[in-house]
């Protein structure tokens, strides 16, 4: 079955930046169209960005401009450069295929404070 592992996330103050990375195994990982999603604190979950299996990128209103999504297949790993961050983007971050499998990962957690 799909495995996701996320991580890359903490605590930065507003106006700052992380890189969140996904490893995917149990799949063949170049085939496939991958997502990124955020969780906040008594929210539903939301999608975040999008890359498909030729690179193509779609994003959220909400971070475009400011989140990149980015893959390597070689290496079976999706990213989230997010900069200019924001106290709104607090949430934990999760990433899936597209459509999303039943299994998710842990997520990071994104902490955006002063």
């Known amino acids: 079955q799909v495995q996701f592992v996320e991580s890359g996330g903490g605590l930065v103050q507003p106006g700052g930046s992380l890189r969140l990375s996904c490893v995917v195994s149990g799949i063949i990982f170049r085939f496939y169209d991958m997502d990124w999603y955020r969780q906040a604190p008594g929210k539903q979950r939301e999608l975040v960005a999008s890359?498909?299996?030729?690179?193509?990128?779609t994003y959220a209103d909400s971070v475009k401009g400011r989140f990149t999504i980015s893959r390597d297949n070689a290496k079976n790993t999706v990213f989230l450069q997010m900069n200019s961050l924001k106290p709104e983007d607090t949430a934990v971050y999760y990433c899936?295929?597209?459509?999303?499998?039943?299994?998710w990962g842990q997520g990071t957690q994104v902490t955006v404070s002063s």
């Open positions: 899936n295929v597209n459509p999303p499998s039943m299994h």
């Open positions: 890359i498909t299996n030729g690179g193509y990128k």
